[in-house]
């Protein structure tokens, strides 16, 4: 008789908040290239083994038009044209000619052959160059079947899962189908890498980094997910199934006012990207706008968009938060977000290159007409408009920054402090700059020296680490100072926990995806600015961001009563 192994629990970083009880599914490994020059044995039979990938092709086809038939609109046509591809009798003809000339074994040939369309496209440019990608996933899906494998990509099943890897690149999360995939659960990965950032906007609750985690599961193992404990409980028992079902039952909405347990006013504001999520966010009641991300409009283009086009795009944010503040960020081109006629491709280490701000003493022109752009649609609509530029890193660029405001009648105009520079010298800055904004993803980046896309360096990307901690102090104390208000508007502020350390540090308003709104709001509601200030002090003398996590964490009981 089978006994039900005991409950385990794996520690991770909790990334986005929310419970989840489900079955895992594990995440496919992805298919390697099978070593060049694999021949078949000489006496084996070439004819049965180019068979094995005609019929390969049918089934990879099959599986793929299969999925097109249950998908919808643009997943649909996608689908059925990579089913096409799969079938495509020339990439089947070439590798049965590789396996029947060059005795390659059946894999081999179908990657080269792959290899061989693939590079024909790309010649070609434009649209067909863009088909490189479908050719490269039917390859990988014809190998997987060659070699006995799961097929790559997010498996597909009828019921909810919890999706577990070893990571999860940036564009499976953006397209992942959140009816069916609950939650997220990784043994790799960090808290600022975009992977984290997508779960969090898209309100997929996640645990990065639990070590081994995939190691340990099975498909079909239950699952507890907890995305704001940072836990992955195997094999729960029925009290712990019972508990975590009932706390991800509470569905809770904020009110518009933010706000501590003893009435001090915190803003809780929101980050967006295109403009069209603007309405999502008035929606969810944010008190503004926190961080206006621009760059949506500039992303995958020759050239920066016209003056009209950009007016369009920020009135729309700005009619969404009519007579309220909304905090436009100017273009922030580089390192993760390159923009090829703004910055080099050749630079060796672009987070420490020309980004941000810095793009503007070569192209000052891209810089004017953004701000241009940003004075008519203010005039136009009633929202308050703050101006801030990105990558500020010496008092004399934000002097100039805010010299270059005024000069478009734009006069509430501040800085991102996201260098240690910037933290250090805020009061300085602070003297020129109207107000702050943290960005800790990049502080944090900064701070610890570590690549925030870099996974092999994620475990050191926490803005709990004290040392961020001391430079969003820092910056506090420039603040107050100069009587300047300091908010925070990188990841860390939609982590309810953070956000009461941070509030106790002294910012006065918090930035986050909509979707975090509610439960910031919430724990803040129940902590008093004291408690916060209180949290804040060992958060600081912590020595390492665990450290620093876990006291706050053990000190706010109100976490686990909302199931946070
Ligand atoms: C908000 C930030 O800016 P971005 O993530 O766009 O670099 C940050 O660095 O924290
Ligand atoms: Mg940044």
Not at 147 to 159: F, L, S
Not at 245 to 260: H, I, N, S
Not at 290 to 318: C, H, K, N, W
Request: with cysteine; proline share 6%; glycine share 8%.
């Amino acid at each position: 008789m089978s006994s039900t192994p005991p409950p385990t629990v794996v520690h991770g970083l909790g990334v986005s908040p929310g419970r989840v009880v489900a079955p895992a599914v594990l995440m496919p490994s992805p298919v390697t290239e099978p070593p060049s020059g694999r021949r078949l044995a000489p006496n084996a039979d070439h004819a049965a083994a180019a068979e094995r990938i005609s019929q390969a092709s049918e089934r990879v086809r099959a599986a793929l038009d299969e999925a097109a038939d249950s998908a919808t609109g643009d997943a649909a046509d996608v689908l059925h044209a990579t089913a096409a591809i799969a079938a495509d009798p020339t990439l089947v003809a070439d590798a049965v000619h590789r396996v029947m000339d060059d005795h390659l074994v059946p894999e081999r040939a179908v990657w080269e052959a792959a290899e061989e369309v693939a590079a024909q496209f790309a010649a070609l440019g434009g649209l067909f160059a863009e088909r490189t990608r479908d050719i490269h996933d039917v390859r990988d899906r014809l190998v997987a079947d060659l070699t006995g494998r799961p097929a790559p990509g997010v498996p597909q099943r009828d019921e909810p899962f919890v999706l577990v890897a070893v990571d999860l690149a940036p564009a499976v999360v953006a397209t992942l189908d959140t009816d069916r995939v609950l939650a997220i659960a990784t043994s790799a990965g960090g808290p600022t890498a975009h992977t984290a950032i997508l779960a969090r906007a898209r309100g997929i609750p996640a645990v990065v980094a639990a070590r081994g985690l995939d190691q340990q599961v099975t498909d079909g193992d239950l699952l507890v997910v907890d995305g704001g404990a940072g836990t992955v409980t195997l094999h729960p028992d029925d009290e712990q199934v019972a508990r975590a079902k009932a706390l991800a039952a509470v569905e809770r909405t904020f009110d518009g006012d933010g706000r501590t347990a003893d009435g001090r006013r915190v803003e809780l504001l929101a980050n967006v990207g295109a403009p069209a999520d603007a309405e999502a966010a008035a929606a969810a009641r944010a008190q503004g706008v926190g961080l206006f991300r621009t760059e949506f409009e500039f992303l995958d283009r020759d050239e920066a968009p016209g003056i009209d086009e950009q007016v369009s795009a920020y009135r729309q944010v700005f009619a969404a938060f009519a007579g309220r503040k909304v905090v436009i960020r100017t273009l922030d081109a580089g390192a993760d977000k390159p923009m090829p006629f703004l910055t080099s491709d050749d630079e060796a280490n672009p987070a420490l290159g020309v980004r941000g701000l810095r793009t503007a003493t070569a192209h000052p022109d891209v810089l004017e007409d953004q701000l241009t752009a940003i004075a008519r649609a203010a005039e136009a609509e009633t929202a308050d408009v703050w101006v801030m530029a990105p990558m500020v890193s010496t008092v004399a660029e934000a002097g100039d920054f805010v010299a270059r405001c005024a000069r478009h009648g734009l006069s509430t105009a501040g800085v991102m402090v996201e260098v240690p520079s910037a933290a250090l010298v805020a009061d300085r800055i602070l003297a020129h700059a109207a107000f702050a904004s943290i960005g800790t993803n990049d502080l944090t980046q900064y701070a610890m020296a570590a690549d925030r896309l870099l996974g092999a360096v994620a475990h050191l990307s926490d803005a709990w680490h004290p040392a961020v901690l001391r430079l969003v102090a820092e910056t506090c104390r420039g603040g107050a100072a100069q009587g300047r208000p300091v908010g925070v508007c990188g990841e860390a502020a939609a982590v309810p926990a953070l956000a009461v350390v941070l509030v106790g540090l002294g910012v006065s308003s918090l930035s986050m995806t909509p979707r975090a709104l509610a439960d910031v709001a919430a724990v803040l509601q129940a902590t008093t600015s004291q408690e916060c200030a209180r949290l804040a002090g060992l958060a600081l003398a912590a020595e390492s961001a665990e450290d620093a996590r876990e006291t706050v964490r053990a000190a706010l009981p109100v976490l686990a009563e909302l199931g946070l």
